[in-house]
């Protein structure tokens, strides 16, 4: 290789600009060179870009802010990242200290779903805000050849960013970008750091008990409201794909395009979304069920002061989800040391055969260990095992193991209320 090739691609490993000739191409020869289909290519808004002497395919198109996809128009994720500013709370989904322009959010396209090497990605595409638009860029892979102009593009491409926004990309797609970039990585730049927001963890936060799956495709429909028309469904993409590079007509990876640009601008609805229901959650647009995931979520980061104020107004409410929110509120005022206050809701839920499991044994504990009361740890224990000894016998190694547990606990506070009979005859444990 030339020693001007040589020097074009250390700059590029160590993120230095190296001019329009390594951005396009490193010759005109090399250039001039005919790309299959490249009008078609052009009519999809797609173009080659040449690093050395490879090519990768460039899509990009752009869409005001004020364009709708599903229910929301894009800007709406300008307006959430702006109310994160005044946020004063510690949340996973934060985008406090950023701009909405910080934010990528992307996904890729890839020949299978294991993580091994043999699985190759072909598409990374994104979206981004920039300005009064939303652009979405579509990195291709004409050929398996042609990683190297790939990767050297993108990663050129997102410079410094720092942010991915994802459904499933902190265990698949970026995981895969990077053993992908191991086989390149002495010819292209060096993979930046990123922080990660993924929203299929937020999703199933939400939503698990209340969709059927929390698939995007599902999350799209029900809680987005966006409806794919002439979709290609994403376990089409390998298989055109193959069939696109026996014949690299841009008509046969067309939809795949498309898919994947919805993908990304799902993504950036869903964040808004999302960001609203933790920033807004007492607007009165959430479910019951939504505001208290958003408690235990808060309380899952350590935010207790807004955890146990949710569940305060959930716990006085009229709807399904009181009586678990008051236990969930009476473990909180238990774990802060408010033992009395514990106490009384979890009477009250034992009083109405509510969760008597859970709140009996937790109550047990405060009579024994706060109350010092042993008997009355005893009789609370004896009716939990009591109501749970039939379901164990019918149920899983859990449920037999909890019952186990609770009959040791049952037979020590008997020794120890006997223990107290013995001592104090004719009264009961101070």
């Given at each position: 290789m030339a020693l001007k090739g040589k020097l074009s691609r250390l700059k590029a490993r160590m993120g230095v600009e190296t001019g329009s000739q390594s951005e396009q191409t490193v010759s005109h020869s090399i250039a001039d060179q005919k790309v299959p289909y490249e009008q078609s290519w052009r009519q999809l808004h797609a173009k080659p870009a040449w690093f050395e002497d490879e090519y990768s395919i460039i899509r990009e198109v752009s869409y005001d802010l004020d364009k709708n996809h599903g229910r929301y128009p894009l800007r709406q994720v300008v307006h959430q990242v702006e109310k994160w500013q005044e946020h004063i709370a510690n949340h996973p989904l934060s985008a406090k200290g950023m701009h909405v322009e910080e934010l990528l959010f992307f996904d890729t396209e890839t020949t299978g779903l294991s993580h091994g090497a043999g699985t190759t990605i072909f598409m990374l595409g994104y979206a981004q805000v920039k300005g009064e638009e939303v652009v979405v860029k579509q990195h291709f892979l004409p050929g398996p050849e042609r990683e190297v102009a790939l990767y050297h593009h993108f990663l050129h491409d997102v410079g410094d960013m720092k942010n991915l926004v994802t459904f499933n990309g902190k265990a698949f797609d970026w995981p895969q970008v990077k053993t992908r970039h191991t086989f390149v990585r002495d010819r292209v730049p060096y993979l930046p750091k990123f922080g990660h927001y993924d929203l299929l963890h937020a999703s199933r936060r939400l939503w698990k008990e209340l969709l059927p799956s929390c698939k995007l495709s599902v999350v799209e429909q029900e809680i987005l409201h966006f409806h794919r028309e002439e979709d290609t469904p994403g376990y089409l993409a390998p298989m055109l794909y193959f069939d696109f590079l026996q014949d690299p007509d841009p008509e046969l990876v067309k939809g795949v395009f498309q898919h994947n640009e919805w993908d990304v601008?799902?993504?950036?609805?869903?964040?808004?979304?999302?960001?609203?229901?933790?920033?807004?959650?007492?607007?009165?647009?959430?479910l019951a069920k939504e505001q208290f995931e958003v408690a235990r979520w808060y309380e899952a980061v350590g935010e207790l002061g807004i955890s146990q104020s949710l569940y305060e107004q959930l716990a006085q409410g009229d709807h399904s989800i009181q009586a678990e929110a008051m236990l969930r509120l009476a473990h909180l005022e238990k774990k802060r040391g408010r033992f009395e206050r514990a106490q009384g809701l979890y009477e009250t839920l034992i009083e109405r055969d509510l969760f008597l499991k859970e709140a009996g044994i937790e109550l047990a504990k405060i009579y024994e260990h706060q109350l010092k009361d042993a008997e009355k740890a005893f009789n609370v224990t004896k009716?939990?095992?009591?109501?749970?000894?039939?379901?164990?016998?019918?149920?899983?190694?859990?449920?037999?193991?909890?019952?186990?547990?609770?009959?040791?606990?049952?037979?020590?506070?008997?020794?120890?209320?006997?223990?107290?009979?013995?001592?104090?005859?004719?009264?009961?444990?101070?």
């Open positions: 601008l799902s993504l950036l609805t869903l964040y808004a979304h999302l960001s609203a229901s933790i920033l807004e959650v007492n607007s009165g647009q959430l009716k939990v095992f009591m109501s749970r000894k039939e379901v164990a016998r019918l149920t899983n190694k859990h449920e037999k193991a909890f019952l186990a547990a609770t009959e040791n606990r049952l037979r020590r506070l008997e020794d120890k209320v006997r223990k107290s009979q013995t001592l104090f005859p004719g009264q009961a444990q101070d």
